[in-house]
């Protein structure tokens, strides 16, 4: 254990900071075990601080100080200072304003394995500061609502780091002796620190440009290493989308002449959005056709698209503080998500949202780590990246979006752009905008941002045929989470349509209203409320909370036919989805419960009949088609069930896969030929979708056992010149027995060898196996010559996939899967805490499992918070799990 228990920071104890930084001009001499920092940083007193005679304290870890510097005059003496481990308070500081103040000192980067800072990845130095990284690099008010000006000078060797990128315009450069280099860079806006960012290696470099609305003409430039220069173009179609997207929807211009994005093979996230210069996991910049699947085109394009729109949302304007976090996540993921959704399709991209919000965050809402999209307390700021402050936030400014309607929501965005610009703000600040631009007051809706949990809502109808009116009375109800044990009714947008048994739309007309359309926005507000609707000549089918139109888990009693009903008539794409969804759950339901009783299982023919229906019509969005034949996740499956049973889920579903195959055979197999094709290379909507649904019918058609349908994949795999289908074609390979599998397994990696982010997917391939043998394969590629603790997206390929895309084997009655993680956790504690801590997810949960499991589960969290100098990261993410 640590020596004490880390501390807490408090929302409520924010205070403005004592001093404020106004011009940072940085000076590295570069060098991979000793880089010399000089920071000369130009202060002043905060006038807005209460305390005017406070000393000035700055943070820092891991740093060698040399010497301090007053107003470039002498160096400071050791009484005039006082240094801890993480952190350096200078006294007396000079009455006159502004001053300056020099700092020198050097860190190592080739130790930091944590990747926060300035670090190593394959020989280039590059730095990760959000969210307190730049206190790893020098002394400095690391806080995001200090923002300054940053000039930034960069002397290196030549041959190893001939290219020396940071922050904004390059503004001079030249050669020194030794077969040195320097160049300058100057960043014209003022930014907080967690923005700053430098990368200097052997790189090679991509270019193209953008024309803005105004006309101005932009230098985008992609820097990777050498041997991934052919796996550049899409990322940089990509960009030139997003900037199209972001001026056409929401009038935002990009702002320097330059953009930069650089690829780094070592990164604990997804990427970085500092100023000017996007540092990338290189999983969200390189494909090629025969490298990349189609969803790893969807991902980068919307991941460049996000760190893009940061441009705006987080950088011209950012966060006063951490808990605001979500003031630039949330929102950002909600203009990723649309841009996504505008380029490809609207109702699949919102499909894919909502399960992964649904599997991940709700479940996240309802475990001890809960909290609201505006945190209170953290002790780690890093361990607040979660799905809540992402997706959840995101769903909260959706909802903000629904209410409004988007002409009004944009006038929001414009009048938050407009007085905002380059500060530092708050959640409420965006609230209020909204507010102000439209007269409208959002004082009930405030609270999604201080209350965690998912609200429950129940909906029950009555239709009167005298009166010809349908009451939809809906309650709402939010379970406690850790520190919220009474929860307050949601402002909650309820999006309803109506349809008639001939499946022809029925009017929505609200009792008192004189409005009549084809579906409407209920405001739910109360604990319980009712809604009537009038002039229904007949009962219609209802379609409730349409478009998923807000983050909540819906209760209404409905039967199979109806859900068969509104699966052929809905007309809302989503509604129509989970109609399917629905169907096939209570199916599966049913099933889980007759495999742990030991019954015989017996699908309802009327499953069999509306899948068959949906494969008799003609679908133009073949995506769409394939969500539709899709079975839900056992992941979200597991979430419907009071006590996790990870065999029964397994063992109902694969049963339902099965019998469906059985039962369809013949018109999957038409569809499969009819869709299978050689369209490498093309990624338009057709070709793409033909792919999705030729490879979910080869999904179902492997389950049988046919040695010709099993020849099919083994074919596909041989054959396929793109990733998509080769991947599809292992994935049924190793999932199902298979002859040919161990032999593709190794065929794959000697084809692949030297393509790290396709060994990743060979990896989680393998570690998400049904198969009987994966823990033992699990342990052996542990060992393998490819694996490396030091590499994220290798951890996550194994590890994380193991245990959290393998319900079935991970947890395993014996427990060997989570010893099996506790030990990973240890070992990457003192490694890389960040990755470390995330890892544990997988434990979190435990209160959902049975006795048994709970109790092995318990005992490795148990031991993972007995680790010598454990982590604050891993100490608050074990600790609040246990609880
Ligand atoms: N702001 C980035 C995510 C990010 C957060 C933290 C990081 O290191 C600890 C790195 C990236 C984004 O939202 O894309
Ligand atoms: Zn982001």
């Known amino acids: 254990m640590r020596d004490a228990s880390p501390q807490t920071t408090y929302l409520k104890d924010y205070t403005v900071p004592d001093y404020l930084i106004h011009k940072v001009a940085l000076h590295f001499v570069l060098d991979e075990e000793r880089t010399e920092v000089t920071a000369r940083l130009t202060l002043s007193r905060n006038p807005a601080s209460l305390s005017m005679s406070a000393a000035l304290v700055l943070a820092g870890e891991n740093l060698t100080l040399q010497r301090i510097i007053l107003n470039d005059g002498e160096e400071l003496a050791a009484a005039d200072y006082v240094q801890a481990a993480d952190s350096l308070t200078i006294y007396n500081v000079p009455q006159q304003q502004p001053f300056v103040l020099t700092i020198e000192n050097t860190i190592n980067p080739k130790i930091n394995t944590a990747l926060e800072g300035l670090y190593l990845s394959n020989g280039m130095l590059c730095t990760q500061c959000e969210a307190e990284g730049f206190r790893k690099i020098t002394y400095f008010l690391d806080r995001p609502d200090v923002m300054a000006t940053f ?80 796996k550049c173009a899409h990322a940089m179609q990509s960009l030139q989308n997003a900037m199209r997207w972001d001026e056409a929807v929401y009038g935002c211009e990009y702002d320097l002449d330059l953009y930069m994005i650089v690829a780094v093979s070592h990164f604990n996230m997804g990427a970085m959005e500092n100023k000017g210069l996007n540092v990338f996991n290189t999983k969200f910049v390189l494909a090629r056709p025969d490298t990349a699947t189609d969803s790893d085109y969807e991902h980068i394009e919307g991941v460049i698209a996000h760190e893009y729109f940061h441009n705006w949302t987080g950088n011209r304007i950012t966060c006063r503080d951490w808990f605001q976090l979500s003031l630039k996540e949330g929102f950002t993921v909600f203009r990723d998500q649309e841009f996504t959704g505008d380029r490809t399709s609207k109702a699949v991209k919102r499909i894919e949202d909502v399960t992964m919000l649904r599997t991940r965050q709700f479940a996240e809402d309802a475990g001890p780590l809960a909290h609201p999209i505006r945190p209170e307390a953290y002790i780690e700021i890093n361990n607040f990246y979660t799905v809540t402050i992402y997706e959840k936030g995101a769903e909260v400014v959706r909802m903000l979006h629904t209410l409004l309607g988007a002409e009004r929501f944009r006038k929001g965005s414009d009048l938050y752009f407009a007085r905002h610009d380059g500060q530092a703000v708050t959640c409420e600040d965006f609230v209020k905008a909204m507010e102000a631009a439209n007269g409208v007051g959002l004082v009930q809706f405030r609270r999604w941002y201080s209350q965690a949990g998912t609200p429950v809502l129940t909906v029950s109808r009555r239709y009167d045929s005298q009166a010809q009116t349908l009451t939809l009375s809906i309650s709402q109800e939010c379970p406690p989470t850790p520190g ?116 015989e299982l017996r699908l309802d023919p009327i499953i069999i009949e509306a899948f068959r229906q949906v494969l008799a019509q003609p679908w133009e969005d073949l995506s769409y088609f394939s969500l539709l034949l899709s079975l839900p996740s056992e992941t979200y499956l597991a979430e419907q069930m009071p006590v996790i049973d990870v065999v029964a889920i397994h063992t109902a579903r694969e049963f339902v896969k099965l019998t469906l195959a059985e039962q369809l055979q013949n018109a999957l197999q038409t569809l499969y030929l009819n ?133 079935l084997h991970f947890h395993a009655a014996n427990g060997q899967g989570y010893q099996f993680l506790a030990d990973q956790i240890i070992a990457l504690n003192t490694l890389n805490p960040q990755v470390a801590s995330r890892m544990i997810s997988a434990l979190t949960s435990w209160r959902r499992y049975d006795a048994g499991r709970q109790a092995l589960m318990t005992a490795q969290l148990e031991r993972i918070m007995s680790t010598e100098a454990i982590s604050k990261d891993v100490y608050e993410i074990a600790s609040k799990s246990l609880a």
């Open 484 to 599: 919220q044990a009474v929860k307050e009714p949601l402002h909650i947008p309820v999006k309803v349509g109506l349809i008639y048994p001939d499946g022809t739309i029925a009017p929505c007309q609200l009792q008192g209203s004189a409005d009549s359309a084809e579906e409407v926005i209920l405001a739910l507000t109360e604990a319980a409320q009712d809604f009537v609707f009038t002039g229904l000549s007949s009962e219609p089918a209802v379609s409730v909370l349409r478009g998923f139109s807000a983050p909540v888990k819906l209760v209404m009693e409905r039967s199979l036919t109806e859900l068969a009903f509104l699966l052929s008539h809905d007309s809302d794409t989503f509604n129509r989805w989970e109609a399917g969804q629905q169907l096939i759950g209570q199916a599966i339901t049913g099933l889980i419960a007759d495999v742990q009783n030991n019954r």
């Open 151 to 230: 000039t930034t000078t960069l002397v290196g060797d030549k041959s190893r780091y001939p290219v020396l990128l940071s922050n904004g315009n390059k503004i001079a450069h030249g050669e020194l002796e030794a077969n040195r280099h320097w160049v300058t860079w100057e960043d014209p806006f003022t930014k907080p620190c967690y923005l700053f960012a430098l990368v200097a290696g052997q790189l090679e470099c991509i270019e193209d440009h953008f024309t803005t609305q105004s006309g101005r003409d932009i230098s985008l430039q992609i820097f990777v290493e050498p041997q991934d220069v052919d």
């Open 675 to 807: 869709n299978h094709r050689d369209e490498s290379g093309c990624f338009d909507a057709g070709a793409i979708g033909r792919r999705r649904i030729k490879n979910t019918c080869l999904n179902y058609l492997c389950a049988l056992d046919d040695p010709a349908l099993k020849n099919w994949a083994h074919q596909q795999f041989k054959t396929a010149k793109n990733m998509t289908d080769q991947m599809a074609a292992l994935t049924v390979m190793v999932n199902n027995p298979h002859y040919a599998r161990r032999q593709c397994l190794a065929e794959f990696y000697q084809q692949w060898q030297h393509e790290a982010l396709v060994i990743d997917k060979w990896f989680a391939l393998q570690a998400a196996s049904p198969a009987p043998d994966t823990f033992a394969t699990v342990q052996a590629l542990m060992a393998h010559p490819a694996f490396d603790l030091g590499t994220p997206n290798r951890i996550r390929a194994l590890i994380g996939a193991f245990s959290q895309a393998n319900p």
